[in-house]
């Protein structure tokens, strides 16, 4: 395991970044590696993104003490889960949890040992992560996708036809300042989260899966008026600073997981960003 640190990024200087420093500082690749753990840690809010995807083998979560300093992962932070492959059970101090595809746990601060494993060993769990600090604890909870929030947005007429699944929020599993869930395009819409927003009180983590091998997605990132792309492909995470846009346009239908962390769990706590002053 490698954990990739990853610094808090000026707005000033980003609108200098070329292509390639414009992904090494925020694009996340190959985080979904059988047996394996892909970690990365963002100075923006004391983020960690992880994938793991255990497939004879159950896989424990270390305590990556190079960036916690804790004996344990969960000693001071909590952890949310959204499984985007086969079936697979997370343990979590003795207590095993089954995670579908696109089912949701999340462990609050305190667990001490959490080991992820694949139901069938020729199809592979792939479990992704959100972590971030905790101050206090809150009971671990499943959710299967029924028992998330559902909403409708978008329209054909404007190509971002949505729904949004809200797991970790103010009115869903709590916690202490995790926000997670995912988005999944309608046939036909190409659009995430346009309008665009910024957060200042949050940053974001957006994880896109679903997409074709043959296909991608644009993501736009940046300040409102000096925005600038990332070419997306399936599996791959974008980490969005709490000043920047996060936005995407795909060439087919597709999905993503979003995690927050900041000031608040309020959902609807956006900064929008009018069409007309986009540049």
């Known amino acids: 395991?490698?954990?990739?640190?990853?610094?808090?990024?000026?707005?000033?200087?980003?609108?200098?970044?070329?292509?390639?420093?414009?992904?090494?500082?925020?694009?996340?690749?190959?985080?979904?590696?059988?047996?394996?753990?892909?970690?990365?840690?963002?100075?923006?809010?004391?983020?960690?993104?992880?994938?793991?995807?255990?497939?004879?083998?159950?896989?424990?979560?270390?305590?990556?003490e190079e960036v916690t300093k804790a004996s344990y992962f969960l000693e001071l932070r909590e952890l949310g889960i959204i499984n985007v492959g086969a079936a697979g059970t997370v343990k979590v101090d003795g207590e095993s949890y089954t995670l579908a595809n696109r089912e949701c746990l999340y462990i609050g601060r305190g667990a001490k040992d959490v080991t992820f494993a694949s139901?069938?060993?020729?199809q592979s769990a792939e479990f992704y992560l959100n972590s971030s600090p905790a101050h206090q604890t809150y009971p671990t909870k499943k959710a299967a996708l029924e028992h998330a929030n559902r909403v409708d947005l978008g329209?054909?007429?404007?190509?971002?036809?949505?729904?949004?699944?809200?797991?970790?929020?103010?009115?869903?599993?709590?916690?202490?300042?995790?926000?997670?869930?995912?988005?999944e395009l309608h046939q036909g819409s190409i659009w995430n989260t346009f309008p665009p927003h910024t957060h200042w009180r949050r940053m974001e983590v957006y994880f896109y899966f679903d997409i074709p091998d043959d296909q991608l997605v644009m993501h736009f990132m940046g300040e409102p008026t000096e925005t600038r792309h990332l070419a997306m492909r399936n599996k791959e995470a974008v980490i969005s600073p709490e000043w920047s846009i996060h936005s995407g346009a795909g060439t087919s239908a597709y999905a993503f997981i979003w995690g927050m962390a900041g000031e608040n769990k309020a959902f609807t706590d956006m900064d929008g960003a009018p069409i007309a002053d986009i540049l």
């Open 119 to 122: 139901d069938h060993a020729d």
């Open 1 to 64: 395991m490698k954990v990739d640190i990853r610094f808090a990024a000026h707005p000033s200087d980003v609108k200098n970044y070329d292509t390639a420093t414009l992904r090494d500082r925020f694009l996340i690749s190959d985080l979904m590696i059988a047996n394996q753990i892909q970690v990365v840690y963002s100075m923006h809010d004391r983020m960690i993104t992880a994938g793991i995807v255990p497939e004879k083998e159950s896989i424990a979560l270390p305590a990556m």
């Open 155 to 183: 329209s054909s007429e404007n190509c971002n036809e949505r729904t949004i699944f809200q797991y970790i929020h103010e009115d869903g599993i709590q916690s202490c300042q995790l926000v997670m869930g995912f988005t």
